[in-house]
């Protein structure tokens, strides 16, 4: 299965100096595997705030070895329907981090993420996470 992997992991890996093993260790596995998707708005965040020029051309250069995965309407719609879904029971959340689950959901993907928000969309949404 293809994994979304969430900002909070690649920075976690490529912006700390001494990341967590477990997450770096799998990041680099499902790399390897060629299991990594990613989405345009998850590359944005990446390369926001990247005040030096040559770190952020090495930055965007290294994360043009992976495809973004086309973001339709229906993603869009979906990532809505999801928001309402989890506000009517109580639970908030970012509009990326629905994106994500929209586009996990449609494409058949696990989430890679260390952010708990995801566990509490998964109560109520038809999302898969990826277990370390």
Known sequence: M???????????VLRRKKPAYQFSRKLT???KDGRVVIIG????????????SIQYKKLKEYFGAFDDIPLPTEVFE????????????GIQGSTIDFLIC???Y????????????FKNFQKYLPIKLLKI
């Not at 979906?78 to 029971?89: L, V």
């Open 2 to 12: 293809k994994v979304l992997v969430d900002t909070c992991i690649w920075s976690e």
């Open 29 to 31: 596995d499902l790399i």
């Open 41 to 52: 708005p998850i590359r944005q965040e990446l390369l926001s705030g990247i005040s030096d």
């Open 78 to 89: 979906q990532a809505a329907e999801f928001c309402n879904t989890c506000r009517k029971k």
């Open 102 to 104: 929209a586009v996990a």
């Open 106 to 117: 449609q494409e058949d993907l696990a989430i890679f993420s260390t952010d708990c928000d």
